[in-house]
Every structure is written in structure tokens, then in C-alpha cells.
């Protein structure tokens, strides 16, 4: 029986060491949402805000926070423009720089909207409004400017591990007009440059018109001048790209980057028929070489953990104490 206790102690002082606990459903730790009114100048029936507006026009959407939570909570809102990140998919997450690089640099979400507050405390399974007042600007365009209103919720940094982040968006298409517009994706620089710790092609591409690209697949590769290698090569199976932005196509290399004369050689397509292709010189004045620093990851290991693998192993010497005063006792009774 005592050794039957003595093996389920040690599993459970494995598991409790070796396998912290994770949270089963992110989605229900978030412990809010939010809420949003329906606007009189919805053009469509898609979940986000569609709006067809006049220039000069203004109109007030109106949304909430709610809080499912047992606890007051506070909230910090933005209305971020619609951006591409490095991975080729377009991202709510940032303010960016208030600017676009298209031929309208300045028409941006950022600049057409007006929040009524941007940090909002909500009690306990309750919820609460806030606003944003949007103008169309006075000048006239075709395509369309997007953004959204992201919600975050306001957590305490944890010095020695993780905080988790929860945020929603609610996206945020403004038009004037239907009028079709076709995009553009060209490149703009080509830099060879550390990116994660490794050599890359950093590729700086840019859509300056004001559409965006959807299920964007790209295939692209460095090649060496000289040799005729490939360097290596990058592909996207479905991407997309925000109107009036720009992001970094990085082809990275495990291996040092020699010094020389190269070609960024790719074509891509959309959803929508249309094509493009490059075939882009670059020098590599200085072999690039991968970086001499590791990639440092903190774990962390909460000291209630500790606290139990102590607790199992006084368990486990006091099992034992008890098995060799009992063997000690038989062998005193026998003599």
C-alpha cells in the first residue's frame, strides 16, 4: 500500500513540476466584447461598419464595452488605421504613423474620426457606451479608407512572467462612391539587413491606391548574379494587403549573405485577375553575416510551483522515514 503512495506522489511530482496549467478557452478569459448600434448610412450587410458618406458629411457611431467579468475593468480605445504587416495580412493592431504612401498620403482614418473618450472603466457585468464622430473630408475620391475602433483591455505587467493582451476590433470601411478602382503593388526599396537574427532580402513593397488586395499569393527569389543561385525563396498562399500601405516581404537566410550583385525576381496575383511582376537589382556591399546574439526567451515558473514539488518531496522523505522505523521495529521484534 505505502509503495502504491509512493508512485502516485512521485507522478504527481512530475506533472507538478513538468506541466504548468494552461487556460483551456483564451476567448473566455477576455471576459468582454463589444457592442455596437447599427448606423443610418450602412451600405451593405457586413458585420463591420460599411459606410457610404458624402464629402463634408459627419456621422456618429455609437458602441460600448461590455464587461462579462466578475470585476471592474478598464478599457483603453483607439481607431487604428488599416495597415499590412510583415506577414501580408492586414492589421487593426497599431496607430501607425498617421500617414499613408499613396497619391493621397494624408486620407486616413485617423484623421476623419474623433473618439469620446479613449480609456473607459466599466463595472462588473455591466456595460458602457462611448462614441466616435466621423467626418469625410472635403475632397473627393474613389476606393476607400479603412480602420477600425480596437478595445483593449487594461491588465497589471507581471514582473517575473507573461500578461496576456485581449483586444477586439471593429472594422471601419468608409466610400464615397462604388466606383472601381484597381490596386497597385510595387516595390519601393530592397535592403539586405538582420531580421530576427538572420540575414534577409528585406523587401519594402507598397499598395499606394485606395483598395485593398485580397488572397495575394506571392512567389519571389533572391538570386546571385554571378553563380546564378537562388539564394532562397519565399511564397504566400493568401495574403492581403491595406489600401494606402506598405510592408517589409523579407526573404531570410540561415547562412552568411555574400557580397555581390543580386536580383529580386517574383510575380504575384490576386483574387481579382490582376498580376505583377519584378525583376529588381540589388547590391550587397558587405557580406551580411547571421547574428552573433541569441534569441533570449524568459520562462516563467510561479513559485507556488515550487512551493508543491517542496511540499511532495517532505511528503516522499517523511513515507520513507516511516517505512524504515517500521522495518526497524520487525527487526527488533524478531531479535
Not at 162 to 169: D, L
Not at 178 to 191: F, G, M, R, T
Not at 240 to 267: C, D, L, M, Q
Not at 281 to 304: D, L, M, S
Request: glycine share 6%.
Amino acid at each position: 500500500m505505502i509503495k502504491k503512495i509512493i508512485a502516485v506522489l512521485a507522478a504527481a511530482l512530475f506533472c507538478a513540476v513538468s506541466h504548468p496549467v494552461f487556460a483551456a478557452d483564451v476567448a473566455e478569459q477576455s471576459g468582454f466584447s463589444i457592442i455596437s448600434q447599427p448606423n443610418e448610412l450602412q451600405a451593405s450587410n457586413q458585420s463591420y461598419y460599411d459606410l457610404k458618406m458624402q464629402p463634408g458629411q459627419t456621422t456618429t457611431l455609437t458602441l460600448g464595452v461590455k464587461n462579462m467579468s466578475n470585476v471592474s475593468s478598464t478599457y483603453e480605445i483607439a481607431v487604428n488605421p488599416a495597415q499590412t504587416s510583415d506577414n501580408v495580412i492586414i492589421d487593426y493592431s497599431s496607430a501607425g504613423n498617421g500617414k499613408g504612401v499613396g497619391a493621397t498620403p494624408n486620407l486616413q482614418i485617423k484623421s476623419m474620426t474623433k473618439l469620446s473618450t479613449t480609456k473607459i472603466t466599466v463595472p462588473a457585468n455591466a456595460s458602457k457606451q462611448f462614441s466616435v464622430t466621423l467626418t469625410m473630408p472635403d475632397t473627393t475620391f474613389d476606393g476607400i479608407v479603412a480602420g477600425a475602433v480596437r478595445v483593449e483591455r487594461l491588465t497589471k505587467n507581471e514582473k517575473n512572467g507573461i500578461t496576456n493582451k485581449f483586444a477586439y476590433v471593429k472594422g471601419i470601411v468608409v466610400r464615397q462612391n462604388d466606383n472601381a478602382v484597381d490596386p497597385d503593388l510595387k516595390i519601393n526599396k530592397i535592403k539586405v539587413g538582420q531580421y530576427h537574427y538572420l540575414p534577409g532580402v528585406i523587401v519594402t513593397m507598397a499598395n499606394p491606391t485606395n483598395i485593398n488586395i485580397s488572397k495575394l499569393k506571392i512567389d519571389a527569389k533572391a538570386v546571385n548574379d554571378k553563380t546564378g543561385e537562388t539564394l532562397n525563396t519565399k511564397t504566400v498562399a493568401s495574403g492581403s494587403v491595406a489600401p494606402n500601405s506598405e510592408f517589409n516581404y523579407v526573404i531570410r537566410y540561415s547562412k552568411t549573405i555574400p557580397a555581390g550583385k543580386y536580383h529580386f525576381i517574383g510575380t504575384a496575383t490576386d483574387q481579382k485577375g490582376h498580376h505583377w511582376e519584378w525583376r529588381e537589382p540589388f547590391t550587397v556591399k558587405k557580406a551580411e553575416k547571421v547574428a552573433n546574439q541569441p534569441i533570449r526567451v524568459r520562462g516563467t515558473f510561479e513559485w507556488w510551483w515550487l512551493l508543491i514539488a517542496i511540499l511532495l518531496l517532505i511528503i516522499l522523505a517523511l513515507i520513507w522515514w516511516i517505512i524504515l522505523m517500521k522495518r526497524k521495529k520487525n527487526h527488533d521484534d524478531e531479535e
